[in-house]
């Protein structure tokens, strides 16, 4: 099966605080990575994706950043927090004719 | 940027009613997805129409595509009180990438 783990499923963290959000892929070997964020009531912002081990590629200037260490682990992270950041975040693989989401962490910068 | 438009963007139907929603884009495209949110979780992927095929079926849902117009339909016949969700068109452009709509809130009532 094609799995995706999120973790954790919600966040509260202050303002200035750090991040480290956490995506881990079971059942396929170099799979295409993605990060979205979703704020309330609206789509999904694609915010980074990732081809390979170590390659990322940002879509949008923020205050995040991402990393690949390992094939099937996708970290997302942030220095300090701003209020902006607060929104549903989704890690998703690209299939062959479908994308593959986890579960989704809520975040809520206070 | 988001490229797919969804409208409307909230449908409340009765049980047994069929729901349409639309998407639009604005660029060219290799194929087109559409997937379900329910509350507070992630995307599942539901059908996937290609830039050559101007119908398609699955179960319950019917999905259309005017590539002219650059505009898709999804249909749910016989819609149940379990259609509750938020539905997302997403297209693909070929670049590794989904560009996803701000979607459209579905509501069943029994």
């Known amino acids: 099966s094609q799995t995706i783990h999120q973790w954790p499923a919600t966040l509260v963290q202050p303002v200035g605080s750090p991040l480290s959000l956490e995506c881990t892929v079971e059942g396929t070997s170099n799979p295409n990575l993605y990060w979205y964020r979703q704020a309330a009531g609206r789509g999904l912002q694609l915010l980074f994706y990732s081809v390979g081990i170590g390659q990322i590629s940002s879509e949008v200037p923020q205050n995040l950043s991402a990393s690949r260490p390992q094939d099937r682990q996708f970290i997302l992270s942030s220095k300090k927090l701003l209020l902006s950041d607060s929104g549903f975040y989704l890690c998703?693989?690209?299939?062959?004719?479908?994308?593959?989401f986890g579960q989704g962490t809520r975040l809520t910068v206070v | 940027s988001q490229q797919g438009e969804e409208d409307p963007q909230a449908l409340s139907i009765q049980e047994g009613e069929n729901a349409t929603m639309n998407c639009s884009y604005k660029t060219s495209i290799n194929n087109l997805q559409w997937y379900r949110q329910n509350s507070g979780r992630g995307l599942v992927h539901l059908i996937l129409i290609r830039s050559n095929e101007r119908e398609k079926h699955s179960g319950r849902l019917r999905v259309t595509l005017d590539t002219s117009k650059k505009s898709s339909s999804l249909l749910i016949t016989a819609s149940r009180a379990a259609d509750t969700a938020s539905y997302f068109c997403a297209t693909d452009l070929g670049d590794y990438k989904l560009s996803f709509g701000a979607g459209t809130t579905v509501t069943v009532r029994a």
């Open positions: 998703a693989r690209q299939g062959i004719t479908e994308a593959f």
